[in-house]
């Protein structure tokens, strides 16, 4: 039987150069490919003799860079947001390892190594500077590249994330949501855990047939072993869950309702991280704010970018 998700991939990936971005494959380093879709302007036809493509990032443009959830690849979590931005920024969507055909054979499954691979991956896509957003595990990717290489990220939006998951908020958070462990929540193996998943992520609560939820478990829930993998690289223990100084601007944009991280979390986020960090929350939207109300979340974001002052030449 054909898999109506799967289906849809050719007519996105269509869509997708629509809105501004197409997708291109970058080697991190032998054995790690991470793949990334990125604006239209910056990818030159092959050379033939060589059959490479020349990048050639927009000078004009700034770069933003959305880094997706665990529960999805890049384009399925932010396909309302890429046209809204691609005509003022330069848009990049990166699949994170072990998500939409990115591998590595590096047996590290920890943010930081993410965030490295994903820092190295801009560099050779040449952005040198950049406003990263990141949603749920991507906002831990996020932080931990802006502690990193707080030269290459100028500023951070980030939506229903921590931190770090320690294991106080991590245990706390699955005895209220009525999961066991973490990867009961976020690997789910069937219909009825798809569902699950879905009803603590959304505010409204949302209906798709079963053979939907059937077809987007076998194409969005592949590489199950090392994602788990990726869900134990996540907890750190409460005492090394120390707080950066961050000297970048960072907005905290929430969904009200958001049932996995609450508003709370968001306010206490706040108070940790100073005078730099804003918070700001969306009503009726859960955890999924930017795909339950995207039209406030895009506004919410502009209007975030573009308060920003302009980027060193």
Known sequence: MVNLVALQQPLIIKLMKMAGVQTHSVEIHPGTRMNFWVPNETLRKPNKKTNTTTIDPNPDKPAVVLVHGFAAEG??????????????????????????????????????????????GLRKLGVRRCVVVGFSYGGMVAFKMAEL???????????????????????STLKELGFSSSSELLLPDSVKGLKALLSVATHKKLWFPDRLHKDYLEVMFNNRKERGELLEGLLVSNKDGTVPQFPQRIHLLWGENDQIFKMELAQNMKRQLGENTTVEGIRKAGHLVHIERPCVYNRCLKKFLSSLPPDEP
């Not at 384009?75 to 330069?90: H, N, P």
């Not at 990220?153 to 980030?158: G, W």
């Open 75 to 120: 384009i399925a979590t932010w396909q309302f947001q890429i046209g809204a931005l691609a005509k003022k920024y330069s848009v990049y969507v990166p699949d994170l390892l072990f998500f939409g055909g990115s591998i590595s054979d590096n047996p590290d499954r920890s943010p930081r190594f993410q965030a490295e691979c994903l820092a190295e």
């Open 149 to 171: 290489y707080p030269e290459m990220v100028r500023a951070m939006v980030v939506s229903g994330s921590i931190l770090a998951m320690t294991d106080s908020i991590s245990d």
